[in-house]
């Protein structure tokens, strides 16, 4: 370890973050590595180290002989300004070397308040921020996760974007930078090279035109590039690699847990909802598969606590067979499993009886509208009804926490429909009122609201959000109708959401913005520790950009919007249908029902599996 290293752990918080050295870290050989890729999350080591994601993804590139993969997290605010003082560029946490020597710095990019984060690990490398002033072919920075759908903001800052899932498309991107580099390729030949794989979106061989109105006329491919970039999925989940000896983390993390990924995709639909259309179509993992590999983490880790992950858990068809399997092994070592993502319309005295059996955990049900007309017009087919039945279940078994999920802001959304978030709270008391196991224990029952945000390929992706003062006034009404002392209310401020749905629906013209925020001191947006409203403000204004323009505007469907370049599967045509369908407080079929003929089948080379 480098000494100067050493001296400045001693000052700084939680320096198990920094160190590397955890059980599972793979390492390797430097003299047999023949590309080194720095796989960097710009976040904290906490989050970064619970995100599934990044674990198979680390895996899968190391599974590469000539590839070794590292990991990079962006360094808290107190070591970040003790590095910078004692001149230490940022560094990969297996090997300990500046990540500027490496030959792929790869970001992966779940939450656009996180693009301020991947300039300054970019900096703190003594790297060139644009892609146009990174001549060479390495190091070579590219950017995956969900954010990237629409990469236009970071358009300029990073080299090529993967589109989709990674666990195949990367590999064959390093198997394309291993060629190139023994071949001597330019950059430029490269990337055009690397432009025919699907899922490999390069922004440097794309130009947006724009119109005197500040709308994109249309987006321009160079040289006959492939137009629009289809994302890549996995075809099948059972026998694609997957990491069951994770790098087991040497302090406390967000998930301190094992995670088993039940299915990628979503049956339901809701038009709020951007992962439940770009993780389409729908591929679910054989039950004696996932407990398998459950098993197999759990004795490789150590962990007392097991997740079940996917957007919808409880729609996953063989889930009381993967539960069976699961507590066979995990009832003796009492070894907990929690279903985070339970809909209130299927949850069954089955499911309750078997996930209380080690120890109880909260429920947390995302109801999302405040009435059935609203629920109805974002398809969120989830009654008053289903969630009193559900909470029925949970009280009578033991269960006294509840936490309920709503947004406001939501299209058509009116004042009656906020008001009955509060009523429906009070339903939800009573019926703990009447059907408590224990009623000397009282019952806690928390109402959660955000603000809606816009997002691409979401059917309301053409949406304007609700203005800051609109949202608060929203909520005050809310705050006020809730009078119960057994019921919380907890809202997320206007701001962040403000800003994330500028960046969410933005284009190139914010790069110097984004360059501005960093140059002041933004990093860390996604914290409220970091977070600084009015330094985005000073940004905006400083280059002439109105927020409003991307944030609080709504689009037509004939408008060409900046994340065009992309397909995902869906058609867009899909997507406005679903719209107008709000607007007339209509329900869409599970996809499981009914097919919707969204169009994600294309990307399926045995056609739609939604009834499978």
């Known amino acids: 370890m480098d000494s100067r290293l050493e001296r400045i752990l001693m000052q700084v918080e939680k320096p198990a973050r920094y160190t590397g050295g955890e059980v599972n870290q793979i390492i390797k050989n430097k003299d047999n590595i023949d590309l080194r890729v720095a796989f960097c999350f710009p976040d904290t080591y906490e989050i970064g180290m619970s995100n599934l994601g990044m674990s198979i993804l680390y895996h899968t590139m190391n599974s590469l002989d000539y590839v070794w993969c590292e990991r990079v997290f962006a360094p ?40 301020t984060t991947v300039l300054d690990m970019l900096s703190m490398a003594h790297l060139p921020l644009r892609s146009k002033e990174r001549n060479d072919l390495t190091p070579l920075v590219i950017a995956g996760g969900s954010a990237c759908v629409n990469a236009e903001p970071i358009a300029d800052f990073i080299d090529l974007a993967i589109i989709g899932e990674g666990e195949e498309v990367n590999n064959e991107l390093l198997a394309l930078l291993h060629q190139a580099k023994a071949s001597g390729w330019s950059k430029d030949q490269f990337l055009r090279s690397a432009s025919d794989i699907q899922g490999i979106y390069v922004p440097g061989l794309y130009e947006p035109v724009y119109r ?49 990924e039940l299915f990628r995709g979503c049956v339901r639909g809701c038009r709020f909802c951007q992962a439940g259309y770009i993780y389409r179509p729908i591929r679910m993992k054989q039950s004696d598969r996932l407990v398998e590999q459950g098993k197999e983490l759990l004795e490789n880790t150590g962990y007392q606590d097991c997740t079940l992950l996917s957007l919808s858990t409880s729609d996953y068809r063989e889930l009381m067979p993967l539960l069976n399997g699961l507590l066979e092994y995990c009832e003796p070592k009492s070894i907990g499993l929690s279903l985070p993502s339970l809909r209130a319309d299927n949850f069954s005295m089955d499911i309750m009886d078997r996930i209380q059996r080690v120890r109880k955990s909260g429920l947390t049900f995302a109801v999302e509208g405040g009435s059935q007309r609203l629920r109805d017009a974002i398809n969120k087919n989830v009654t008053e009804e289903d969630l009193l039945n559900t909470c029925k279940i949970a009280f009578s078994g033991g269960w006294n926490t509840v936490k309920l999920y709503y ?27 009447e059907n408590a196991k224990n009623k000397n224990r009282g019952v806690k029952i928390t109402i959660s609201t955000s603000c809606f945000i816009p997002k691409p390929f979401s059917p309301f992706q053409w949406e304007q959000q609700i203005s800051m003062d609109e949202y608060r006034r929203r909520v005050n009404l809310l705050k006020n109708s809730i009078t119960a002392k057994n019921v919380t209310y907890k809202w997320h401020d206007p701001e962040t959401s403000f800003i994330e749905a500028v960046l969410s629906r933005g284009d190139r ?64 045509k899909h997507l406005w249908n679903e719209r107008e369908m709000c607007y007339q407080s209509t329900l869409s079929p599970d996809c499981r029902k009914q097919c919707s003929a969204c169009g994600a089948a294309r990307l399926l080379k045995k056609g739609c599996v939604c009834d499978s």
């Open 76 to 115: 808290w605010g107190d070591m970040a300004k003790a590095m910078t003082d004692a001149q230490i560029p940022l560094y990969a946490l297996e090997s300990g070397d500046p990540i500027s020597d490496f030959d792929v710095l790869a970001f992966s990019i779940g939450y656009e308040m996180a693009y």
């Open 407 to 433: 947004m406001l802001g939501l299209p058509t959304e009116t004042d009656e429909d906020i008001l009955g978030i509060a009523q429906m709270a009070n339903a939800v008391l009573h019926c703990w009122r």
């Open 212 to 260: 005197d109105d500040g709308l994109i006329d249309h987006i321009e491919p160079k040289d006959g590039t492939v137009y629009p970039v289809k994302k890549r999925i996995i075809q099948d989940l059972d026998h694609v690699d997957f990491p069951v000896e994770p790098v087991i983390p040497t302090t406390e993390i967000v998930q301190d847990r094992v995670s088993l």
């Open 509 to 572: 013209r914010l790069a110097d913005v984004l360059e501005y925020v960093w140059k002041h001191g933004g990093r860390l947006e996604a914290w409220e520790d970091y977070f600084n409203y009015d330094l985005w403000m000073e940004a905006f204004s400083q280059f002439g950009i109105d927020p409003s323009f991307y944030a609080n505007r709504e689009r037509t469907f004939e408008e060409t919007l900046p994340w065009d370049v992309i397909d995902v599967g869906v058609f867009k």
